[in-house]
C-alpha cells in the first residue's frame, strides 16, 4: 500500500537523516500493515530536539516538559479495530486516509537507549511504533488491560522486523 509518510527534521544534533527516514518509514509501514489498515494513510512526523518537543508538550497538553514521544490521532478508533470501511475518513482530495502527526525527541531516545542498554536505532523504532499504536486507538492511562495490549502489540511489531531488545 502506498502511504504518505513525510518525515522533517528539527534537531541540532548530527543526525544521519536517509538511514534515519529509510528506518522510521520501515517502522511505521511495519506497524500499519501489523493492524491491518485497509487504505493508504498519511501520517506526519517531525525528529526534534528536546527544546522543541518541550515547546509542544507545553503548548498542546499543558506540560512544560520534555517527553520522548508526542502523538495527534486525527480519528479516535478503537484499539484492534478499525472501521473495514474508511471511505468516510479519508481525504477527499488525495484519497488518504490523515492518520495524524507525532514528533519525536532524538535525544530523548538517545538517553532512554543509554538507560535501557540498546541502542539508539532501536529505541527510535520502538517510539515510533508506539505513536503509531496510539493513532490507530491504543493508549496506556493506566497499568490495565489497555497497556498491556498496547505493549503486546508493540512487541510484537518489533520483534517482526527485528528490532528486538
Request: proline residues 5%.
Amino acid at each position: 500500500m502506498k502511504h504518505n509518510i513525510v518525515i522533517s527534521f528539527q534537531t541540532q544534533k548530527g543526525v544521519r537523516r536517509l538511514p534515519l527516514w529509510l528506518h522510521l518509514k520501515k517502522c511505521i509501514e511495519a506497524a500499519l500493515e501489523a493492524e491491518q489498515l485497509p487504505a493508504p494513510c498519511e501520517i506526519n512526523v517531525l525528529v526534534a530536539d528536546n527544546q522543541t518537543i518541550r515547546a509542544i508538550n507545553k503548548a498542546y497538553r499543558g506540560i512544560d516538559r520534555e517527553t520522548d514521544v508526542l502523538s495527534f490521532p486525527a480519528f479516535q478508533f478503537e484499539p484492534g479495530k478499525l472501521p473495514r470501511d474508511l471511505s468516510e475518513y479519508l481525504d477527499p482530495e488525495t484519497g488518504l486516509l490523515p492518520l495524524g502527526d507525532m514528533a519525536i525527541s532524538y535525544e530523548k531516545a538517545e538517553a532512554q537507549a543509554k538507560e535501557f542498554g540498546h541502542s539508539t536505532k532501536r529505541e527510535l523504532g520502538y517510539l515510533t511504533i508506539h505513536s503509531i499504536l496510539h493513532l490507530l486507538g491504543y493508549d496506556h492511562v493506566d497499568e490495565g488491560p489497555m497497556k498491556q495490549q498496547m505493549r503486546a502489540r508493540e512487541e510484537a511489531i518489533c520483534a517482526a522486523i527485528e528490532l528486538e531488545r
